[in-house]
C-alpha cells in the first residue's frame, strides 16, 4: 500500500481491491463568503425590482397599454438575477474531492468539485468564466492516454497533466508541488511497471 508524503492532506484508501488516492480540494479563500453574501442581498434587491415591474407590466397590459422598455428592462433584469443565482450557486456548493482509483489497465479519475473561488487580477477573468461553468469530469484514462502523463515545469509551479484528445486535464491542481511530484512517481511507477 502507498503512503502518501509527510505532511500531505492526500488519503490512500483501498474500493473494490484497488489503492484510491482522495486529494482534498483547495478552500476558496475568504473573499467567496464575502461575495456569496453579497449576491444573497443583492438578489433580495433584485427580487424587489423584479415582481414591481412585472406588477406594472400586468397591470398596464390589464388596461390595454404596453411598456416595451419596461419589457426590455424586465427581460434584462431576469438574465442578470439568473446568473446572480448562478454565480450564488457555485460559491456555496460543497467542494467534492478529487480522486484516482489505481485499477488496470486503466485509471479511473473524478476531478470532484472544487470551490469556486475569486480573484481580483485582471489575469484571471477568463478563467472565472472558465471556472464558473466548469464540470465535473468521471472518467478512466485509456494506457494509451496515461503514456500522454506530464509534470510540466512553469515559472509559477509544476502542473500534472493527462491529454485526452486535444484536451488537456490537470491533475491534482490544488495540491502542493510535492504532492503531485509524489503523485507523478506514483502514478509512473504503477502504469509504467505493468
Partial sequence: ?????????????????????????????ILRWFIGCFLLFWLGGWFVGWTSAASEIFEKA?????S???????????????????????????????????????????????????????????DFWKKLFQK??????????????KLREFDTGNRLTIDIGSKRIDLAAGASEPEREWLFDVLNKHYNSW
Avoid at 465535473?136 to 502523463?149: D, E, G, N, V, Y
Fill in 136 to 149: 465535473r469530469i468521471k472518467t478512466a484514462f485509456s494506457p494509451s492516454q496515461l503514456k500522454t502523463l
Fill in 62 to 66: 390589464g388596461k390595454g397599454a404596453t
Fill in 68 to 126: 416595451p422598455f419596461l419589457i426590455f428592462w424586465l427581460c434584462g433584469w431576469t438574465l442578470g438575477g439568473v446568473m446572480a443565482m448562478w454565480i450564488l450557486y457555485r460559491t456555496f456548493r460543497p467542494t467534492v474531492p478529487e480522486v484516482i482509483v489505481l485499477t488496470r489497465p486503466e485509471m479511473l479519475y473524478d476531478s470532484g468539485v472544487a470551490p469556486f473561488s475569486f480573484s481580483l487580477s485582471l489575469k484571471s477573468q477568463m
Fill in 1 to 29: 500500500m502507498i503512503s502518501p508524503p509527510d505532511g500531505s492532506k492526500f488519503t490512500v484508501d483501498v474500493e473494490g481491491g484497488h489503492q484510491k488516492i482522495i486529494m482534498p480540494q483547495q478552500s476558496g479563500g
